[in-house]
């Protein structure tokens, strides 16, 4: 269930595509006997909740951050992530210098290549997705 879960939360912030590096996190998550406790505890308050609505989104979010975290970066399925993240209104705090560097850095994004600029303008959206979960409790 949990595997799945990632899997949909990577599909949530990716779109089609889903990097190989979900398949190790998601087995991580499976081998990590704390991290699955940590989802088995999520899911049975998910039950108890009276809210059901309200609970399942929040579980959701809560087993999607981890994914999003591992996925934010200056590429654009990173982007997407960090995007994700902003509408959980959950920044995890091991993020923080990563986005305060993406936030304030002169050139966020290495442009490699000289049609960069016309075809991947996503250096803004780099910037503020970071100064947006930067300011999120």
Excluded at 43 to 69: E, G, I
Excluded at 84 to 94: H, K, M, R, Y
Excluded at 100 to 117: K, L, V, Y
Aim: hydrophobic share 45%; charged share 25%; with cysteine.
């Amino acid at each position: 269930m949990l595997a799945r879960s990632l899997h949909h939360a990577a599909l949530l912030a990716t779109g089609d595509a889903v990097p190989d590096m979900l398949k190790g996190l998601a087995s991580r998550y499976e081998t990590d006997p704390v991290a699955g406790m940590r989802a088995d505890a999520l899911t049975a308050l998910t039950r108890l909740d009276p809210d059901r609505p309200a609970a399942r989104r929040r579980l959701d979010a809560a087993l999607a951050v981890p994914v999003f975290t591992e996925l934010a970066g200056p590429e654009p399925v990173g982007i997407r992530a960090m995007e994700a993240l902003t509408e959980t209104g959950l920044t995890p705090v091991d993020l923080h210098p990563r986005l305060h560097h993406w936030a304030h850095s002169r050139q966020r994004i290495m442009h490699a290549e000289w049609w960069w600029d016309t075809l991947c303008p996503d250096d803004d959206r780099l910037r503020d997705a970071s100064l947006t979960l930067l300011q999120s409790p």
